[in-house]
């Protein structure tokens, strides 16, 4: 066990970045050489071993925290590897990336500083590949059934390699040149450098998982074909619908997606192109969006060599201390954090680069039709309501909007193809057990194939609706059309619950893994750490 008095003895310490105007002159990780083992040991042994640990709740994989955190503390990296591994199939990846919700319900957050679990967390799954403990692990035998799995990211990935060391044949199919999803394209190389993401492709391909990229499933290549190929699909292609800003002069030229950016950004370090097509050198640059992606923005147009960043959020500043309205253990509580982008602007021009209660009112332009300018307001705490007297004008070269995403891709005709509908806030629409739900009228894909368990029959398909019918949400339960469940399709990740964190997305992953064993089998021993309708613990 962890010592009974170290979170009395040792202050939480969480290991140091890189100094800022050192990282700033590269792309590599903020914490990339420095030796975080003696630090890691022993902020480790601050964790209580609670006797109720809530921050196996906080976490929705149910990370076993205070078993590893021992091991950790003691430098039993094999036994604190096997444990991690146990529930999360890419530590590095939420090491790096996931925001921490385990530490907001940490017990000691009650009335101090949670232990440094992400920290902890990145070290173990380091060492595990340093010192050979994350093998592949392949199957000892093959069911003889295939799985295609739609989409790359964190969920079709850990569905993938859950299915794949299940026995199941297991296909994934990227519409983009390479495997990894927005881990790829989306995420900039100082958050996590690919080679983690490299090295967890390799290992899955040495279990037996097939990767197909280039394959635009909804485009080039027919849904409903590949359903026909396959025992069952999972569509984990993510939501990645950008949300639009409707404010007068959005069509001037330098006004972009931050995913666009981004992505070109990511290009040149995979060695695509010398220089990115989209940049910020030498230009005044304004990210619109006070999220996560607004802040890879910002730490690549510092690094880029921008003249200046100003971050708009349209939420208040918020405070120091958890909110009443948001007490212990509510995860993520709405407090001032400042990420590492943040960190550096601040200390390349000595303020915080985001101005928080702003919104965009127009865009002004050049004579050649460039943005040159932008009017914003202040808005009021409640309602966000414009402020009279408070508009203002920032100069602006490239405007970069970061407003998130509001489900799968409209464009895409996957969920056509596959015969599945959309939820009220436009995610595929599916059950408790992640089956894609549909509306009325056979799927688009035949009968299921031959080979998988037999499994009751589904309910007979309802009628289409009459013309001239009110709409679904305007209906009885008894008008309504009823849903189907087009047969052996599932739905994963953000592609399912919309726009999450990459935690969720691998919780999601495994859960639909057993979903689809159960499916395929009649039962399963995966583990599903999720329903697909859990939520976060928020107020």
Known sequence: MTDPYGFLRTPRNPVPSRPADQRLGDWREVHAGQTLLPLVSEQANRCMDCGVPFCHGGCPLGNLIPEWNAYAAHGDWRAASERLHATNNFPEFTGRLCPAPCEDSCVLAINADPVTIKNVEQTIADQAWALGYAPPVPPGRLSGQTVAVIGSGPAGLATAQQLTRAG???VVYERADRIGGLLRYGIPAFKMEKSHLDRRIAQMRAEGTVFRTGADIGGRVDAAELRRRHDAVVVAV??????????PGRELHGIHQAMDYLTCANRVGEG????????AEGRHVVIVGGGDTGSDCLGTALRQGALSVVQLDIRPEPGTDRPEGEPWP???????????????????????PRLFSSATVHFEGDADGRVRALHLTAVEAVGRRPMPGTERVIEAGLVLLALGFSGPERACRLGEQLGLTRDDRGNFARDADYAALGVSGPPAASAPPAGRAAKAEAPPWAEAPT?????AWGRTREQRPARRRPDGVFVAGDAGRGQSLVVWAIAEGRATAAAVD???TGSTALPAPVGAHDRPLSA
């Open 272 to 279: 695509d192109c010398a220089e990115p097509a989209l940049t």
């Open 518 to 520: 159960r499916y395929l």
């Open 238 to 247: 993510g939501a990645e619908e950008r949300r639009e800003l409707a404010a």
């Open 467 to 471: 013309p001239g019918a009110p709409p």
């Open 168 to 170: 199941h044949t297991v």
């Open 330 to 352: 509510l995860v993520h509580p709405q407090v001032y954090r400042i990420s590492h982008a943040h960190e550096e602007a601040r200390g390349r021009h000595g303020t915080d």
